[in-house]
C-alpha cells in the first residue's frame, strides 16, 4: 500500500524550513511507503527528496471564481479535493506545517472511512480542525465546485474552510473523527493553566502522536519558551525541540 502525505506552503508565514522538518518527522514516523507533496507557490528551499507542486487554481464553475479564497489563506485547502490532482490517487493524509509529530504515525491510515478529521477542541459539535485530515483523492470535487459557486453564502455560514469541510462531509454521512488521544493542542494539552506555566515546562500528553500548534506559539517558539500573548506563558519546551527536526 503507497499512501500520500500532503501539505500546503503559500505566502511568507511559513518558510521551507517548516516544510522539511515536517517530511523529516514523518519519515522517522511512518512506516507505510509513502508519497510526500508540498503543493506551494514557492518551492524554495525545499529538500530534494520532497515532491513539489503548484498550489492548484480555484475552478471555475457558473462563471464564478473564487478570487476572496485566493487571498484568504485557510480556504486554499479546499484545492486539496480538487479532481485531477495531478497524478495523485489513493488516500491522502493532510498535515499542517506548524505541527509536531512524537510518535508513530501509522494508525492515522488504519481506520476504515472516507474522511478522518480531529474533533475540534472549542467547539466539539460543530467543527473538526484541519490540521490533520485524511480523505481519498479525487473523491469530493463537489465540496471545491459548491465552494466556487457559493462563495458568499458559504462565508456568510461558516467562519472558516474546516467548518465549511466538517459540515460538507457530515451532509454526505462521511465525516469521522479521529480518536481524541491521537492528535493534541499545545496550547490547551501542554501548557499547564494559570501561574503554573511560569514555572513547569509543557507536558507532552502520554498516548499523543502528532500535537498542533493552532495560532500562536509555533514550534520554534516554544522551544524558546514565547507565548505568542502576554497572558500565556510558556516555558522553553525541550521535547518540542527533540521532535521537531
Not at 226 to 244: A, D, I, L, N, Y
Request: with cysteine; glycine share 6%.
Amino acid at each position: 500500500m503507497l499512501v500520500n502525505v500532503l501539505c500546503m506552503k503559500w505566502g511568507t508565514k511559513y518558510g521551507a524550513t517548516f516544510v522539511n522538518k515536517l517530511h523529516q518527522m514523518v519519515k522517522r514516523h511512518l512506516s507505510i511507503p509513502f508519497r510526500f507533496v508540498c503543493l506551494t507557490d514557492d518551492p524554495k528551499g525545499i529538500d530534494e527528496g520532497i515532491e513539489v507542486f503548484p498550489i492548484p487554481p480555484f475552478p471555475q464553475k457558473n462563471s464564478i471564481h473564487s478570487s476572496k479564497a485566493i487571498r484568504d489563506g485557510g480556504w486554499k485547502k479546499l484545492l486539496t479535493f480538487s479532481s485531477p490532482l495531478y497524478d495523485l490517487t489513493g488516500t491522502a493524509l493532510f498535515l499542517d506545517l506548524d505541527l509536531v509529530i512524537v510518535d508513530k504515525i501509522d494508525d492515522f491510515f488504519l481506520p476504515q472511512g472516507d474522511f478522518f478529521i480531529i474533533r475540534d477542541w472549542l467547539k466539539p459539535e460543530i467543527t473538526g480542525n484541519s490540521s490533520v485530515y485524511r480523505f481519498e483523492i479525487g473523491k469530493h470535487p463537489d465540496i471545491l465546485y459548491r465552494f466556487c459557486a457559493e462563495e458568499d453564502k458559504i462565508r456568510n455560514l461558516y467562519r472558516n474552510e474546516q467548518e465549511y469541510l466538517t459540515a460538507s462531509m457530515k451532509e454526505k454521512g462521511l465525516l469521522a473523527y479521529w480518536d481524541d488521544e491521537l492528535v493534541k493542542s499545545f496550547k490547551r494539552h501542554c501548557v499547564y493553566p494559570g501561574i503554573q506555566s511560569w514555572f513547569r515546562e509543557p507536558k507532552l500528553p502520554d498516548k499523543a502522536r502528532i500535537i498542533v500548534f493552532h495560532g500562536q506559539p509555533n514550534p520554534d517558539q516554544a522551544i524558546e519558551g514565547k507565548g505568542g500573548k502576554w497572558f500565556r506563558h510558556v516555558r522553553p519546551t525541550k521535547w518540542v525541540e527533540q521532535h521537531w527536526k
